[in-house]
């Protein structure tokens, strides 16, 4: 800075100095008028010592210096006693070392100062008190002889020098406050980063004596209390630079405080890309909120029972008819349909919160349609027959015909086949809420309530395909002539529809990357019951037209041809276990067992009644009314029991 901005600052700053010192009226300079204390009244001129009169030096720029607490006064050692020299007025600028008047050595320095309660050798011969620590010197500004006509430029504050070494006890110690001295007050703080200056005006009254500023921020002076005072921790304590993370997010401070109770955010989830699944965070495993899984089903359902639907004799020359010697079923009674069935089962949800304490989730499956045909043809079974029990009385008695049959084929009078046919699906869906209702480091717990549906449909079909090749003579009455075709149907599908409320839990354990998984539920419901029965013939005679008679075959007459329904109590419980292995945090692979029952269903195989009113038969034996209307819808009840492996994907995120 140039000679003449720093005379610029240095007049402004001794008048602002001049006037905060003009309103302290307990700071004096020294002078003669109090010998006994040593303090001048207030207002007594009074100049500079000559050592700190002389030429200013070349300007080297200011340095502005923290605010100081004053210390006490000097001791000026005289032959025989030691008197104050000075009262040194707080927030002076540090004078540099000048020569003292008198015998008195110029003052030791030490560096850093030693705090309160390490006190070096006492020198004084005044009182019980030790060297005060002593600064550095440094350069103040320059004070104007009497009579000059402006002030001299303000001289620069340097830099205080490096610190020496300590080579012994201070010569110049602290001077000891008198009872009689006014008590020192702390002038008000200046701003952060501007100059304490505590002067006047020189042209009006000279400076007094300046005091050593300490260079130490106000926080880190000595305080004169009797406190300890802190000493800064240990090197091996301290953090090194940069032993902490900035923040991410551009602000100052340490990262915020996360409670136990806390769980990161899905903006935290998303980045994190691989981990040790092994040093789980506890909470919930990899910690996603939405899910999809899909599994592969191998599951066993029993086929639906069916009475005896055809039977065969060794011996021709027999009807056939159960109870006969040699006679055989060729179909019933037993279940009917493979019990394999292959399907699939999707499963997603998701949790509302980011912590996973509660959430939705829904399920589908689906066991794929099975079906499954027989035929039993002339070629391998010469004589077929259908058995029924007919309750008509035989012409002209009072007995019944009893176990009876319609021949399918007979040797040389008819030729025919019998066919089965069955049909069946299953599928069901749930949708529930979930709460989690404990979660450990290696465990979670879950419970859930919902809405569950279960659908089977099934079916069953039993075709006769006959030809007249011969007269039936005094063994068959056959109204036809030969070449006559004949077909019958007799047709019995049943639909069951449950629907209820569920309730279950969900239990998941981990080690690791491997986990067991249990799912339990239980739904309470209705199930709607659909029994449809239908049954035709077809009469086709050589050269004439097509014959449909559509009110009944043989097992499905007039008394049970329709649709019928009804609604039964049922319970559905369910059991799944699964044992899986976390490939990735966010893909899972499992395999695992199920038990699904169901209750209160009807099957087709169980609706068939086996007594049948021939008068209800189109195209029967002219025969009265058994008084019976049979046969009839049974709604028969029977239960589901499912059961199976399944082996799935599971994808979160």
Partial sequence: MKRFGVKAIGLGLALTAG???????????LGATDPSSGVVPAGAPALLPPALRKAPIKDEGPIWLPAQQPVAPTIKQTSGRAEPDSVVPPFAPVPQPQPLPGNVAPRQTKWPPEPPGMIGPRTSGIGDVGPAPALPPIQVPDVPQPGASEPPPMRAVTQPPAPQPDSGAPANPLPVPRASDPPTM?????PFNQPSWNGVDPQATPLPTPRPVDPRPVWQEDPPSPF??????????MYPAGAFETSKNGTFGSQPIRLSRDYPPLSELAGRHSRDLSLDDGANGPMNRYFVRGEYLLWWMPGFATPVLGTTNANTALNGYLGEPGTTSLLGPGAFLDSTRSGFR???GAWLDESQSCGIDGGFFFLGNKSDSVTFSPDRFPLITRPVFVPNLVPGTNQALGEN???VAVPGILRGSLGVQADSQLWGADVNARWCWKNTCDSRSEMFAGYRHLNLRESLAIT?????????????????PIGTQIVVQDRFATRNQFHGAQVGAVYDRRWGRWDLEARGSVALGATHQILEISGFQTRQQPGGPQAVFNNGGLLAAGTNIGKFSRDRFS???ELTLNLGYSVTPNFRVFAGYNFLYWSNVIRPGDQIDHVVDLTFVPNALPLGFSGQYRPRPLFKQSDLAINGVQFGLELKW
Avoid: H, K
């Avoid at 006037?19 to 300079?29: F, K, M, N």
């Avoid at 300890?228 to 304590?237: C, D, G, H, R, S």
């Avoid at 006959?466 to 007269?471: H, L, R």
């Fill in 464 to 480: 006769e395909n006959i030809t007249v090749i011969g007269s039936g003579g005094n063994r068959l009455v056959i109204p036809d």
């Fill in 228 to 237: 300890p005072v802190l000493q800064p921790a240990p090197a091996e304590l």
């Fill in 19 to 29: 006037s905060a010192l003009a309103a302290d009226g307990d700071w004096r300079p």
């Fill in 405 to 407: 049959g319609e021949a």
């Fill in 186 to 190: 702390r002038p008000p703080q200046p």
């Fill in 346 to 348: 999707i499963r997603a």
């Fill in 571 to 573: 319970v559905a419980p």
